[in-house]
């Protein structure tokens, strides 16, 4: 059995699925190992593919990204890092049948996975509100720099950094999953003692409940603006017309990515927490691995909305240009172009 610290509560009660045996070994049947892995493995390809891309293009035109495009390329750096740092490990354990690599490495994949999802959410919270000033509070754009999305960036990465590393301190612990083949945050220290509990209750508030109440009153809130503003944009020029049809185009890309994440993470977080304040026993495993497995594809869904929102957008409009009072500069959306710095660009400049 490997060591963990966190079998030995206060008052000598271990979580059921803890009190002997292998926990590295698999407890599913192989054949549901090799699909499980089969899986993991196309998502990670697909997802290291797509957020490369992405990625890949920002590289090119680094300096003249604009402040929504570095949000967005944050995230694809996210989903891009847990694709490449952590499905390596799980894939190969799946197809093993048993978790190969050992404890050290069990806590290094659940501080990776932690980090980066923490870093998702907490990306996507700021995208989300950053739209909701954009759309619902109209001077948020005259003073919205490059700078403050750095500023931003630096938030993200500290708050992320820091709920990631408390398990390696000794507040909290990184533990494998109840099926053996995966590693995550020890939910079931809640089931040990009080402080286990206040570790669990903390983590469920500031990297779940708080970031995504942001979000649901971030995208209520432009919802009813664009209702109640509908009237008031047909009286625009052509030119506050278009720039508020992309607007409402890159904040349609945001709700869309959010509510993929929170699909996908969603049954997680339910199950792991009646793990931690409920009857772990009453969750089967064969049915705890499907939440994992729908969580670990969180990070391919964002390349493929970024193309097919591109795709309707550009291919179903018109051809259209926003030219600037006393500018050369052209703000063209173009119908063959479907990447999503070119969408970008477009959104960064009037932005700018």
Request: positive net charge.
């Amino acid at each position: 059995m490997a060591a963990n610290k966190s079998f030995f509560g206060a008052e000598g009660l271990l979580p059921t699925f803890q009190r002997g045996g292998d926990l590295f070994e698999s407890k599913l049947s192989k054949e549901a190992d090799i699909i499980a892995a089969l899986y993991l493995l196309v998502i990670g390809v697909l997802s290291t593919l797509g957020n490369g891309y992405v990625i890949f293009m920002a590289c090119k035109r680094k300096k003249k990204l604009r402040p929504a495009e570095i949000m967005t390329i944050n995230l694809a750096f996210c989903d891009f890092g847990i694709s490449v740092t952590g499905k390596p490990f799980s894939i190969v354990s799946f197809f093993s049948h048993r978790w190969v690599f050992g404890w050290g490495v069990c806590q290094w994949y659940g501080w990776v996975g932690f980090f980066f999802g923490c870093g998702s959410l907490i990306t996507m919270t700021v995208v989300s509100f950053d739209r909701y000033m954009k759309i619902c509070h109209l001077r948020y754009g005259t003073w919205l720099k490059r700078s403050h999305a750095f500023t931003s960036l630096f938030f993200i990465w500290i708050y992320a950094s820091f709920w990631a590393t408390l398990p390696l301190v000794g507040v909290g612990n990184y533990a494998p999953e109840p099926f053996g083949t995966s590693c995550t945050l020890d939910w079931w220290l809640a089931q040990v003692s009080l402080k286990g509990q206040v570790f669990v209750v903390s983590i469920l508030i500031f990297c779940l409940l708080l970031p995504t109440a942001v979000i649901v009153f971030s995208y209520a809130k432009i919802i009813a603006k664009v209702k109640s503003s509908a009237q008031e944009v047909a009286h625009f020029d052509t030119r506050n017309q278009n720039n508020h049809t992309l607007e409402i185009k890159l904040t349609k890309v945001a709700m869309l990515i959010c509510a993929g994440f929170l699909i996908a993470w969603i049954p997680y977080a339910i199950v792991s927490m009646w793990s931690a304040f409920g009857n772990p026993d009453s969750v089967p495993i064969e049915f705890s691995v499907v939440p994992t497995l729908l969580a670990k594809s969180a990070a391919m869904y964002n390349p493929i909305i970024y193309q097919v929102v591109d795709y309707k957008f550009n291919c179903c409009r018109p051809r259209k240009s926003l030219q600037k009072s006393n500018s050369s500069r052209i703000y063209a959306i173009s119908s063959c172009r479907r990447s999503l710095p070119s969408t970008e660009e477009s959104v960064g400049k009037h932005e700018e």
